[in-house]
């Protein structure tokens, strides 16, 4: 092996490590990781810029842009607090409620922003109620990462998987991922019930309380809401017909989020730019320089060939060990840095003669949303609801959400594995 491979493999892991660690800051520890890809001439700098994806950078800007300033309205609140009502306080049935919303909100904004959102207004009904918060969080990060799995903006991987494969559009992801998305909250919805609805009872006089809250009072800004709810919803459409219209997701996120704030105004202009996650999104650019040093050595493609080795090149052998790999690896480790160092490798199996690459990038796509849940490190969504758990006097810990999330997470990959046979490779 060539001594710049090797520089790449060791740096690699040794940023991979500290990453897992979470001793210093995963944006930091990215960012150096690529510049010492750059520094030590392992890549060179055009090079390396030409491996960043802004087509996925594109996209979280936009979306970042546009959800928080809809936020502002108050109408995520509002929708919560109605779902709880329709639930007529029913802790249950509210833990239920929330999970769906979080769902739906996951596919169709991303499952870090919804989880945000969702997070506090879970706290302010448990507290009306009375009862612990964290069945409820469980839930929802649970939730999170299944109705990210549904669409291309939903979980950072397919955004990423998207970018990488031009061919996977916005509906291409709702048609092959949204029917195990479905199937697999429609398991786990009554598997919620049977866990925690012992753990979240409350009394009569407390969900009559929760009937007397006034939703209307949560609406801080209708003109807003009113321009809000439009531009997102032409963003949503833009999404759907991107494929006819020419256009990458990044730029229908990207018009969609200037032009709400030209409606807008300057005033909400810097709000809009100080919200955005700009530590995410440097994450990502130190990550795709650092997995770029790894592609120009050569490191992916013998990656590539010994996985095909293994499998001997069987398309279904191959689809179910991405699948459970994934799955298995994203549960213990990000999954983000995970999807960036497998996407080149699956690119490179199709030039080694796998010629049918759709299986692999669902069984991708699948094995590193599902398995987010597999444990509390696995996916941003699981750290984000815990950190902010834990600031309100509910720590959640990593066993405590692994003997719920792990056992789930398999269920999740065994339905996958299942649909993945039975869909492709039948």
Not at 330 to 341: E, G, K, R, W, Y
Request: charged share 10%; aromatic share 8%.
């Amino acid at each position: 092996m060539e001594q710049q491979a090797i520089w790449a493999i060791g740096i690699f892991l040794v940023i991979y490590a500290l990453i897992i660690a979470e001793k210093i800051h995963r944006t930091i520890v990215a960012m150096i990781g690529g510049g010492l890809m750059v520094v030590l001439g392992i890549v060179d700098q055009e090079t390396a810029v030409h491996h960043i994806d802004f087509n996925t950078l594109g996209l979280l800007i936009g979306m970042m842009i546009l959800v928080n300033i809809t936020a502002e309205t108050g109408v995520f609140k509002y929708i919560a607090v109605v779902a709880a009502k329709k639930a007529r306080g029913e802790p249950v049935r509210i833990l239920i409620a929330l999970a769906l919303i979080t769902a739906v909100g996951s596919a169709f904004l991303d499952n870090v922003t919804t989880v945000l959102l969702m997070v506090p207004v879970t706290f302010s009904i448990t507290r009306q109620l009375r009862v612990n918060p964290i069945p409820f969080l469980i839930t929802q990060i649970l939730a999170s990462n299944v109705g990210g799995t549904a669409t291309l903006i939903g979980d950072p991987p397919n955004i990423m998987i998207g970018s990488a494969v031009k061919e996977l559009t916005f509906m291409a992801f709702i048609e092959n991922l949204g029917p195990i998305a479905v199937i697999i909250m429609a398991v786990h919805i009554p598997l919620f019930i049977l866990l925690f609805r012992n753990q979240i009872q409350t009394t009569d006089e407390l969900k009559r309380s929760m009937m007397k809250m006034d939703e209307t009072q949560l609406i801080t800004d209708r003109k807003l809401l009113k321009k809000s709810l439009t531009v997102l919803g032409l963003t949503i459409l833009g999404f759907f017909l991107h494929q006819l219209l020419h256009l990458e997701s990044a730029t229908v996120a990207l018009a969609g989020a200037f032009l709400l704030l030209l409606f807008t105004g300057e005033h909400v202009m810097e709000e809009a730019f100080a919200r955005v996650e700009w530590m995410t999104i440097f994450f990502f650019v130190g990550l795709f320089v650092l997995v770029s040093g790894l592609i120009e050595t050569g490191v992916i493609s013998q990656l590539a060939k010994t996985a095909i080795e293994l499998t001997g090149g069987d398309l279904t052998a191959t689809s179910m060990l991405i699948l459970w790999l994934s799955a298995i690896a994203s549960a213990f480790l990000d999954n983000i840095p995970f999807v960036a160092t497998m996407i080149p490798m699956i690119q490179e199996m199709g030039n080694m003669g796998v010629s049918n690459l759709e299986p692999l990038w669902w069984s991708l796509a699948l094995g590193a949303c599902l398995g987010g849940n597999g444990s509390l490190i696995g996916a941003s969504a699981n750290v984000i609801v815990a950190g902010m758990s834990g600031k309100e006097g509910y720590p959640i810990s990593f066993v405590q959400f692994f003997k719920y999330g792990f056992p789930l997470m398999l269920l999740s990959i065994i339905l996958s594995s299942v649909y993945v046979y039975i869909r492709y490779l039948m």
